[in-house]
């Protein structure tokens, strides 16, 4: 049981900065791309140019063809695991996580009982590993191979079984930044190689709980399962309990966090940051009052599109978008991957920004800076020695 001693008190602003520091989001790193996938625990990336951007607003020094790059040579790729959405790992990491949230796939096939009566589930899961490692396939094509066994089955229940009981990526070009590519599918180990990267000896959940720390704490068992969606981690924390420091909220919720963990002055100044949608730093927590104040609640999101955000002095701000729109086309996550988006379309010249409330002429001043910055090294011309662009403030939102 959680102990009943009073702890020091980490406030909202204290847990931002903490947290921003983990994301790298106070400055920018000169940690390479691989590294801070790696560090980051992965890239969300339900929408294939989403990681590219989360990389921009933290990496000093970042272009696109580095994690390019890497999605080509195979050392990191795209696959279904927290929260049954497509992020981009490391390969370690998708051998080590995957694994980890199997369970949680396990539970989400249940959802869809009813149209898979009859089905051998192990049967099934045997049946599209062959057949998506002959050569990688589309679901639509998975679905059509496993009708032939379970014609009476529900198509897309035979699909999300699919999906859950094996570790399938997405192959490229899906995710290289300046292609464009259908979603193919075929397992992990097909993609990368028999024990391509294996987890090693840090690939347990008592380790994947100090990962997270690293990069999300301080944080309680709530913020953890709500990142992994994931149940059941207490035992976890608890274990590790005497290795940990302890704090609380300032609603008495209990945080653990690692005793070397960055835990800035709650005053240290944060620069603005353009996110993509879908980032992980407002995905991460059961509590996400650390970064979006508590009027602003459900902001970022139409129905179940996020928005792509602007943190200001930490917290968001406001909303981009990139001449009305964003390449890259939906990933559908929980849906199993399928959409016409091309990777390749580069960003539009003009970057569109709304606040959700008036600022400060120095404020505005550094969201255009930052705002240039993107279009300079992200937008359309970038590295071309063309302009890159022009910010503007759109209306106040309401």
Known sequence: MASKTKRPVLGTRALNRATLARQLLLTRTEMSAQDATRHLLGLQAQNAKPPYFQLHARLAGFGPAELAGLMESREVV????????????????????????????????NYFR??????????????ARVFVEAEPRTMAEI?????????????????????????????????????????????????????GGSGGEDSGIDDVVLRYLGAFGPASVKDMQTWAGLTRLREAFERLRPVLEVFQDENGVELFDLPDGPRPDAGQPAPPRFLPEFDNLLLSHA?????????????????????????LDGFLAGLWKLDGGKGGGTDGGKGGGTDGGKDGEKGAGTLTVELFSAVSKADEAEIAAEGERLLAEMGEGAGEGRPGGSVRFGSIRG
Do not use: F, Y
Not at 165 to 193: A, C, D, I, M, Y
């Open 287 to 311: 509590d996400r009052s650390r970064v979006i104040p508590p009027e602003l609640k459900g902001s970022s999101w139409t129905g179940n599109q996020a928005h792509c955000t602007l943190l």
């Open 78 to 109: 795209r696959m279904v695991t927290m929260r049954s959405t497509i992020h981009t790992h490391t390969v370690h990491d998708a051998l080590t996580l995957r694994p980890l949230v199997q369970p949680a796939r396990d539970r989400e096939i």
């Open 114 to 127: 009813k149209g898979l009566v009859g089905v051998d589930l192990d049967r099934l899961a045997e049946r």
């Open 143 to 195: 679905r059509e191979e496993l009708l032939k066994e379970w014609p009476g089955a529900d198509p897309q229940s035979l699909s999300v079984a699919a999906r859950c009981r094996l570790p399938l990526v997405q192959v490229t070009p899906r995710g290289v930044w300046g292609k464009s590519g259908q979603v193919r599918l075929t397992t992990l180990n097909e993609w990368v190689g028999e024990g």
